[in-house]
């Protein structure tokens, strides 16, 4: 990315999950088991995101590098050697991924209490002791699933690839675009209430930069809740939408 844009522009975009929703969000991906996880191809796909968010500019809290090197740890010590077979009875202790894998396990369960929770909390303040009428609510289809940022990365990441080739070429373009710029571009493209699929966003874009600041100024908007994100199914297509003015 120019240094223009870099230096102008820093992502202040609050990432609650941690490094354990990104590896449990890596897994969903894969529709594998928690238990199955091949630690090289969990390792790659990690460092990938990382990379990504430093590409971005986007701060990281410490523990997301210190689940970096762990993974690069126990990635290394399933490629030394073993001179003899352990006992079936030890198996699961020898085995590097173990400890990450209980930790994964764990924390899943307390996620999905959390959750549990949080859905019976939502359903028990609908509830009140005297109703006089019972409200009538236009029926409608459920509320499209959360994206959260691990999803808004991995569509980032599959257009980006678009544009891989110009950076295995050495080619350079000194692009003028600006986070500013684009945000402007933006608001003109996205009447308020109008959508568009996440791939769609960047179909004029003519480079890898053009790319990466138009992302950036998206980030900036929703931020600033002026657009959000709609996805119908789990790790599906993403809309972008500009939300509609109010009042």
């Known amino acids: 990315m120019s240094g223009t844009a870099e230096e102008e522009y820093k992502v202040k975009l609050d990432i609650f999950e941690g490094p354990l929703d990104l590896l ?9 088991d928690i238990y199955s996880i091949s630690i090289e191809r969990i390792t790659k796909q990690y460092l990938s995101y990382i990379e990504t968010f430093k590409l971005l500019n986007i701060d990281l809290a410490s523990e997301f590098v210190v689940m970096a090197a762990n993974l ?22 020898d085995d590097p991924r173990w400890d990450l894998i209980r930790q994964l396990v764990e924390y899943k369960k307390f996620k999905d209490a959390a959750n549990y929770l949080g859905q019976r909390e939502m ?32 569509a980032f990441q599959n257009v980006l690839k678009r544009f891989q080739e110009e950076l295995e070429l050495g080619e350079i373009k000194d692009d003028p675009f600006t ?27 003519t480079s890898r930069t053009e790319v990466i600041v138009t992302f950036l100024a998206l980030l900036e908007l929703i931020r600033l809740k ?11 297509e993403i809309e972008v939408v500009r939300k509609e003015v109010v009042g």
């Open 123 to 154: 359903e028990q303040g609908e509830l009140f002791e005297h109703i006089p009428d019972v409200p009538k609510f236009p029926a409608g289809p459920p509320p499209p699933p959360n994206v959260n940022i691990f999803d808004l990365i991995r």
């Open 24 to 32: 449990l969000y890596l897994i969903r991906k894969d529709e594998i």
């Open 226 to 236: 002026q657009f959000r994100f709609e996805q119908k199914d789990p790790l599906g």
């Open 179 to 205: 986070v500013s710029d684009k945000i402007d571009y933006l608001l003109e493209r996205f009447q308020p209430g109008r959508s568009l699929t996440f791939s769609h966003l960047f179909d004029r874009a």
């Open 72 to 93: 690069m740890y126990i990635k290394s010590r399933t490629l030394l050697p073993k001179p003899e077979q352990p006992p079936e009875e030890d198996a699961e202790e």
